[in-house]
């Protein structure tokens, strides 16, 4: 019983923290700092009961602190959401909690066998704009990672493929000088990554191309092609031809870098894995998580050889091949 207590219980505190984020009590204390119960109430209009429980229950939590009936981020929190970080950082929690109430939905999609889509709203715009922020959030993050395992001297055209606001490819070209990108996307994305594009110092070795890579044609004469958590988007019959379309616009020798999430062989963990592929499933009509060797046989089939991979921080696979 002590493992369906501690598994079923932790939707509790997600829920806590991304109400924090969805209701603007984390926006309240990085713009205004330490506030009382009271004042904060009366900015919120909220009833006092419930304010307090909550802001005692973020208290508990360690991402807020109390002294003298006073409350302001905690030491930790306040680190990371800084004036200059919380942007982001926001629209990725908000973006979880938009997961979260897909996630509810996960019985009727079983069901059904098709993802969870909410009324056509007028907030699609505002929902793409919160994932691809999200996306840049997390870019951030692992942006360091990728530049220490991925080796792309001596190569001068990257194919950044579904690379969102393009942080990952701005990187690559500010520590490889005689590089230049092209980010692949979809039109609604290209405005906002044009955003992250302005301030960057490497913007004229940039470019964007918006369309459906499923079907558009996605240029030629690339040394390296980047699919950084792109493959589990699709199934693998559309992982096959997707591939096939980047071994095409691939010169030969060029490079094809793989960053994804990873099942063991079997597909039982690791967890982190597991729980993205029911994403997936939430999510997307065909989308999975995949072994190590499934991807290894798609780009062998493809025509790639000298496969090699590694495991990154967090369980995701890092996996390289060469047309």
Known sequence: ???????????????IVLAAAKTGIFDYFVENGEKSLEEMTQFFSWDQRGTEIMLNALCALGYLAKKNEHYHLSDAVNKTL?????????????????????WIHLPEVLESGTPYREPEKKTVHRNHRNFIYSMAHR??????VLLENIDLSGHKKLL?????????????LEKYPLLSATVFDTPETEIL??????????????????????????GKSYDVALLSSILHIYSPE???KLLQKVYDALLPGGKIVIRDFLLNPDKVGP?????????????????NAYTYREMKNWLIKTGFSHIKRKILKGRMLLLEGVK
């Open 1 to 15: 019983m002590d493992k369906f207590l501690s598994d079923v219980y932790q939707y509790r505190q997600a829920v």
């Open 82 to 102: 800084n004036q200059h970080d919380f942007p982001l950082a926001k629209e990725w929690l908000l973006h979880e909690w938009r997961l979260l109430n897909r």
């Open 139 to 144: 870019e951030q993050e692992n942006t360091l």
């Open 160 to 172: 950044d493929l579904g690379g969102g606001p393009g942080l990952f490819a701005i990187a690559f």
């Open 193 to 218: 990554a044009r955003e992250f594009f302005q301030n960057s110092a490497v913007r004229n070795r940039l470019q964007f191309i918006a369309g459906d890579f499923r079907t558009a044609e996605l």
């Open 238 to 240: 559309e992982n096959k």
């Open 271 to 287: 967890i982190i894995g597991n729980l993205f592929a029911v994403n997936m499933l939430v999510n997307t009509d065909n989308g």
